[in-house]
């Protein structure tokens, strides 16, 4: 599985390690990824998203009917 939100594309941010020393070494931060299934009335069927716990909040705010349309206008296959 990919570190990738569904609803919101984020993904892994890299940047820099800092020792007490000042020596830098490379790391990266993956966002909080989370697979959750949600029930959509319109199609009568589960889907099962890998989404981000920022998304997660999102879609108990606006629905997961307005998050279906999101995805799907930026033409992923859900």
Known sequence: MS???RLTGITPVFG????????RTRRRWNPNIQNRR???PSEGRFVQLALSTRAIKTIDRIGIE???????????RI
């Open 38 to 40: 949600y029930w959509v």
């Open 66 to 76: 307005k998050a279906v349309a999101l995805i799907r206008a930026r033409k992923e």
């Open 3 to 5: 570190a990738r939100c």
């Open 16 to 23: 820099n390690n800092v020792s007490h020393s000042h020596r």
